[in-house]
């Protein structure tokens, strides 16, 4: 269940950062570590303790979070969803 908490949270965060900025390097790290934070405070809400192994858990999901981050951008531009396309101006423009 927690890696599909993650994925979602990942997701969420992913579509609320592109809303923001259309660089895919910042929404995926932000989206990642975003998510990981909200996924670890919750676990440590959840068990009332820090685990002794919360690093490892942390560092796994920062990148599981970034990996589902960066596909679903790649999917989102692959099928050409406005959403996840930047705006054309410009010569960007005339070049399409």
């Known amino acids: 269940m927690g890696y ?9 965060f992913s579509l609320a950062l592109l ?5 895919p390097a910042v929404v995926m790290l932000v989206a990642a570590t975003l998510a990981t934070g ?3 405070l919750s676990a440590r809400l959840i068990e009332g303790y ?3 192994f919360w690093v ?11 990996i589902v981050a960066l ?5 989102g531009r692959w099928l050409k969803w406005p959403y996840f396309l930047a705006k054309a101006t410009g010569a ?3 070049a399409l």
Request: glycine residues 2%; proline residues 0%; positive net charge.
């Open 4 to 12: 599909v908490i993650v994925a979602l949270l990942a997701i969420l």
């Open 19 to 23: 809303a923001v900025t259309k660089i």
């Open 38 to 40: 909200v996924f670890a």
């Open 50 to 52: 820090w685990n002794s």
């Open 56 to 66: 490892i858990a942390v560092v796994f999901a920062w990148f599981y979070a970034a």
């Open 71 to 75: 596909a679903f951008i790649g999917i």
């Open 92 to 94: 960007a423009r005339n």
